[in-house]
């Protein structure tokens, strides 16, 4: 079955520092990837997604990510952060759920707590 | 443009009873889904629907029953709460499935306690 890890469950940044925030899967096939952006008592925004060709992706807010198929990663980066940056990040992979196989959804990983200090 | 929303936004059970969450979509999306969110937990998928009149176990539906009786419409039901079913739901539409170019778009959650 798929799965995504994220390693960290916090982290803190200095305002206007870089930020990287990892991202490792588990799939047998080519993943689907995305990032989602949840602010405090919201749903979910997407930020990003790779399905295939440029393994560098933009998204919006000044995020990008980074698909390298050799580590199983896709870690998600911005070079400078703000403080209305600060939420929960959560890194998804597209699913196979079904017994029967051909399902849809998006697994998660448990999230990255992202505080930035002034 | 509403986009997703999901109808309460809190309530609160005791063991038992049951009840039934609504999520409504105003984008004329195909498909729709139901997680929940738990502490450390991430989201996980309760059951998805592909089109009107349709519905599919996704990786935790146990104790969930989900009718799409309408296109912009997916209920999610809970026939006897547990407290085992305290948390976050989510319900999310999308044009086309995950395995497309087209994302999902979540609501902004139902936070369900059972007592």
């Known amino acids: 079955a798929q799965s995504v890890t994220q390693p960290d469950i916090h982290i803190t940044v200095s305002e206007g520092a870089s930020l990287e925030l990892r991202c490792n899967y588990s799939?047998?096939?080519?993943?689907?990837l995305f990032w989602y952006v949840q602010s405090p008592g919201q749903g979910l925004q997407l930020l990003l997604k790779y399905f295939s060709g440029d393994t560098l992706v933009q998204g919006i807010k000044g995020f990008e990510a980074e698909f390298k198929r050799s580590q199983s990663s896709f870690n998600l980066r911005k070079p400078s952060v703000h403080w209305s940056d600060a939420a929960e990040y959560f890194c998804?992979?597209?699913?196979?759920?079904?017994?029967?196989?051909?399902?849809?959804?998006?697994?998660f990983g448990k999230g990255t707590h992202l505080i930035i200090q002034p | 443009n509403a986009g997703v929303t999901q109808t309460p936004k809190f309530r609160v059970l005791k063991t038992g009873q049951s009840m039934t969450l609504l999520c409504a979509q105003d984008?004329?999306?195909?498909?729709m889904y139901w997680y929940r969110q738990d502490p450390g937990m991430g989201l996980r998928l309760i059951h998805y629907s592909v089109g009107e009149g349709t519905t599919a176990k996704g990786e935790v539906p146990d104790g969930y029953n989900v009718s799409r009786l309408k296109k912009q419409n997916f209920l999610l039901g809970l026939e006897s709460a547990a407290p085992s079913q305290t948390s976050v739901y989510f319900c999310?539409?999308?044009?086309?499935?995950?395995?497309?170019?087209?994302?999902?778009?979540f609501g902004d959650g139902t936070r369900l306690s059972i007592l």
């Open positions: 998804a992979v597209g699913s196979v759920f079904s017994i029967g196989g051909g399902a849809d959804g998006l697994t």
């Open positions: 984008m004329n999306h195909e498909y």
């Open positions: 799939y047998g096939a080519t993943p689907y």
């Open positions: 999310a539409s999308s044009y086309s499935g995950t395995y497309s170019n087209q994302p999902q778009h």
